[in-house]
């Protein structure tokens, strides 16, 4: 009876079913994909998943369905899903593993992020995989918990040569979901077409419906299969008027009309049997043993649901019975009395006491829902399950339990203190727009001045780290005078907050006070503070106060070494920072590539979004073009899928300055507009300004000097507008000096040049002092001694760090101006190296002038080649770097949070690609010469021409 009804649902489908089977045809030949089916209730969705299933019957087939009444139970999707293969949980990693079990309340928690069991899942189908093609299917996605969909959407995004098909369904009136899903390629099921639709009603006999009221049915159905099988029972001998549904002449939607059906065929079985069909609609996806625990409590069993079978209305399936289909679980959920609905959830309850973390969080969740009123006995069993073990725990699970303990406190501050701790463990999770949503629940229940001035200073990192820096400050600045009364080392860290935001904002003429006053305010409390004195060292650093800043951060070596873990910001990004500001580029790469291995080890996705941001930036200094691209494409992806949009900003910044040097024009414009999309969304005009800063860069190399001015000019506009110089971080005064120069502005180029030999001035910044006494020689052409003198001392400072782009742009500089001079043989040994520089960096378009100006000087062309790495995609570079390191692909595709597949699928890519490169010790030798290369580039001493 069930085959015959899904059979009927399949009429005219053809097209639909075809492009479905070819999904799974691509599986069987090893290439992943996954497509979102949307429309409307009854249209078919399930039924056509159910046929392709049926249809790839030598694939491994998992499926889940989103259930209404569990869909705020975090990972109960996931976990009904992957039951059937725990049993392959050991061949992934151990870490994934563990965060997997205890998230699935399978096994003992763990303290990872949601991220670890995103990439535990990508980990286990990948490992599934192995074994033959996957056929994953989630019916009813709009129901599905977040947690379950936003972990399947992560590895689902990360899916490539697999064999894994992932199929969602999901109601078109389902916004969230379709956003969760948004990178899953979709197509909406639309209604049947006349010819179908009256196959159909043919097909199901429609003898004791008259012409009129069969009429009426297509009318009304509008092509929905579901409706068109369903309503005649409802339309025969009714009468068929020319109202339709709730007579005011306007039909009723299919939905209702299907659950009105429904409800009918249940309000007609015995009272038992709605019962147990009550009970299985509050229940969900839970296993047998549960469902038949609950049965029990409420004095029934599965033989209860007999009367409902012989209806239609459930089906039994291997693990118990089953929903004919999920309009009829809505049905009877919604068309219950309150009362009854609410016996029902006290009857899981009691099924369910004696319960340890995680299941008790089940156990509190039904007793809420059964109207239980606030318990203080309840509330402490589930407090002392989420704070008892913090060194096991899970962050998400720890939030979750304490979320439900406040939910059993009475009003008043035991609230708001259960509710702080759930929104700091679900910060810890990654999860910021939970966390703050909670952070607003606890304010409102905050007695304590000290409680409240805790949830706004959350609250200002919370509101930085997804990208609002402005109400961040004015949320803290509000709470300061507040918090100096009752505890000035708080206050002193709430202002150092406020620097914080100031800087994301890019504002430093307002961080420098701030700063400033928060270091007054520890010393007045007798208290290191490391992180008040760590933002108070990135303020002067990035102020180009560098001797000043550089003492701070000689005094802050030792705490930065193992720095207080309660802290909510990542200390080793902002030390790492305060190294890049200071131009000790070998101790920032130094400092944040140790942060990063240990990040990735850890699953810590939202760290490492921000530790590869600025990675990226030094790597750019360095001349490490290749590690700096696929570090900040990395980033960009990792915190798209975390939702730190202060690192998306950041990211897309880092990625068009490398595009920029390397002269990859299409995506350096792209990734241009992007960030500077963001930056209008997100309240982070820094980065926007990094990227215009970019783009300058873009048109110096291209010899588009006007352009490149326009940009430049807008990037000056807002460091003096925000009281900034000129820095490794935001770079502009040696760029637009020196494309005034090739347009012979030379009075626009000094005024430039003021404010670069200003902050040169300001303590020993080599790489600063470089470029501006590179552009001084380029301004004193009528005098070639002093210009040769200025140009030999700027090579002679850029030789104390490893930046060979900047020295290969002033071996360039010189030797164009030698040529001018009538100096060809020594232009030509300058131009020479500063082109053997520019290949060697990939960057092409310097390459190209550079090459030109040598055949000026009467010197062999030499065609600019790519280097090898530059081949490679920003995904294959970040692979090749890992393996780089001599991990196994295993230990590759965890860092990566990639499957194992992927990762050999981007290794044949590689070795495809670089010539002479077949084995993995060939490739790890490439990446040590192309490492070694950039360091003695860097290093190479001055000399003159």
């Not at 001035?453 to 930085?464: E, G, S, T």
């Not at 090739?742 to 303590?763: F, S």
């Not at 700027?794 to 782009?805: G, Q, T």
């Not at 990762?903 to 010469?929: C, M, P, T, W």
Request: contains cysteine; hydrophobic residues 45%; glycine residues 8%.
């Amino acid at each position: 009876m069930y085959r015959r009804y899904a059979l009927r649902m399949l009429l005219g489908r053809s097209a639909e079913c075809a492009r479905l089977l070819a999904l799974i045809d691509k599986a069987r030949g090893g290439e992943s994909g996954a497509l979102l089916i949307r429309g409307e209730a009854g249209i078919g969705k399930t039924s056509l998943v159910g046929y392709v299933a049926e249809q790839a019957d030598d694939l491994l087939r998992l499926g889940t369905r989103g259930v209404e009444v569990e869909s705020d139970l975090p990972y109960v999707g996931l976990a009904d899903l992957l039951r059937p293969v725990l049993h392959f949980l050991d061949r992934i990693p151990e870490r994934q593993g563990a965060a997997l079990t205890g998230a699935l309340a399978l096994g003992p928690a763990v303290a990872q992020d949601r991220f670890a069991v995103a990439a535990g899942t990508l980990s286990l189908l990948g490992a599934l995989a192995e074994e033959g093609p996957v056929l994953v299917t989630v019916d009813d996605a709009h129901w599905l918990d977040p947690y379950s969909l936003d972990a399947l959407a992560f590895a689902t995004r990360r899916l490539s040569r697999e064999g894994v098909v992932v199929l969602f369904t999901a109601r078109d009136e389902q916004e969230e979901a379709a956003s969760r899903l948004a990178s899953v390629d979709t197509f909406t099921l639309t209604g049947l077409d006349p010819e179908s639709a009256h196959r159909l009603i043919a097909e199901k006999g429609t003898a004791e419906l008259t012409a009129q009221e069969a009429d009426r049915l297509l009318a009304e159905a509008r092509g929905n299969p579901l409706a068109l099988i369903e309503l005649p029972a409802l339309l025969a001998g009714s009468g068929a008027g020319d109202d339709a549904g709730d007579g005011s002449g306007a039909p009723l939607p299919i939905g209702e009309m299907l659950a009105h059906t429904f409800g009918s065929a249940v309000a007609r079985l015995p009272a038992e049997a709605q019962d147990a069909m009550l009970l299985l609609a509050v229940l969900g996806t839970r296993p047998l043993a549960g469902t038949e625990a609950a049965l029990r409590a409420h004095g029934l069993s599965y033989e209860s649901l007999e009367a409902a079978e012989d209806a239609g209305l459930v089906v039994e399936e291997r693990d118990g019975y089953a929903f004919r289909h999920p309009l009829v679980r809505s049905a009877v959920y919604h068309g219950a009395t309150p009362v009854r609905r609410r016996r029902a959830h006290h009857a899981i309850a009691r099924s369910l006491q004696g319960a340890t973390a995680p299941a008790l969080e089940q156990y509190a969740w039904h007793l809420a829902a059964s109207g239980a009123e606030p318990d203080e006995h309840v509330a402490s069993l589930l407090e002392n399950a989420a704070s008892g073990a913090p060194d096991t725990l899970a962050y998400p699970l720890a939030s979750r339990l304490y979320e439900r303990a406040a939910r059993f406190t009475p009003e008043g501050q035991r609230k708001a203190e259960r509710l702080l701790c759930a929104a700091r463990a679900s910060q810890a999770a990654g999860s910021l727009n939970e966390a703050a949503a909670i952070l607003d629940r606890a304010l409102e229940h905050a007695e304590q001045l000290g409680t409240q001035l805790d949830i706004r200073q959350l609250r200002c990192y919370l509101d930085v780290q997804r990208g609002r820096p402005t109400r961040s400050r004015e949320l803290l600045r509000s709470a300061v005078d507040e918090a100096e009364k009752v505890d000035p080392a708080l206050a002193a860290v709430m202002l150092g907050g406020i620097a914080l935001t100031e800087l994301a904002i890019g504002d430093l003429t307002a961080a420098r006070g701030t700063s400033a006053a928060a270091m007054e305010l520890a010393d007045s409390a007798h208290e290191t503070l490391l992180p008040v004195r760590l933002l108070r060292t990135l303020v002067l650093l990035l102020g180009g106060d560098a001797e000043a800043g550089r003492a701070l951060l000689r005094e802050l070596a030792e705490p930065l070494a193992s720095p207080d873990p309660a802290f909510p910001y990542p200390l080793a990004g902002v030390g790492g920072l305060c190294h890049l500001a200071a131009e000790e580029l070998d101790e920032a790469h130094g400092m944040l590539d140790r942060a990063a291995y240990t990040a990735r080890g850890s699953s810590a996705v939202g760290l490492l979004s921000h530790l590869l941001c600025t990675l990226s930036v030094v790597e750019f200094w360095r001349g490490r073009w290749t590690p700096s691209l696929a570090h900040a494409d990395e980033a960009v992806r990792l915190a798209e899928a975390s939702g730190q949009l202060i690192e998306v900003s950041r990211g897309l910044a880092a990625l068009v300055k490398t595009e920029a040097a390397l002269n990859r024009e299409e995506d350096c414009r792209r990734h241009a507009a992007k960030a500077m999309e963001w930056a209008g969304t997100t309240e982070l005009p820094m980065d926007a300004a990094r990227a215009l800063g970019g783009l300058g860069l873009l048109e110096l190399g291209l010899g588009r000097f006007e352009e490149a001015v326009h940009h430049l000019e807008e990037v000056r506009a807002f460091s003096q507008r925000h009281g900034r110089g000129d820095g490794l971080y935001l770079t502009w005064a040696a760029d637009l000096a020196d494309a005034y120069v090739h347009l012979r502005r030379t009075d626009e180029a000094r005024e430039v040049l003021d404010v670069l030999e200003y902050e040169a001035g300001r303590g020993h910044r080599p790489v600063t002092a470089g470029a501006a006494a590179r552009c001084r020689g380029l301004l004193e052409p009528g005098d070639p001694e002093a210009a040769s003198r200025h140009m030999r001392r700027s090579l002679a400072l850029l030789s104390e760090r490893p930046v060979p782009f900047e020295r290969g742009r002033t071996e360039f500089a010189w030797g164009e101006q030698l040529r001018r001079q009538g100096r060809r043989s020594e232009a030509r040994r300058l131009l020479e190296r500063a082109l053997a520089t520019f290949e060697r960096l990939g960057a092409t378009g310097w390459a190209a002038r550079v090459a030109a100006e040598l055949h000026a000087a009467g010197g062999t062309e030499v065609r600019p080649e790519r280097a090898p790495l530059e081949r490679l995609t920003p995904q294959e570079l970040q692979v090749a770097l890992v393996v780089g390191r001599g991990l196994t692909n295993h230990e590759v595709a965890e860092r990566l949070f990639l499957s194992v597949k992927t990762v050999e699928f981007h290794l044949s890519n590689i070795y495809r690609k670089l010539d002479g490169v077949h084995r993995r010790a060939q490739l790890v030798r490439l990446l040590a010469q192309a490492s070694e290369a950039s360091e003695t580039a860097g290093a190479a001493g001055a000399s003159g021409a």
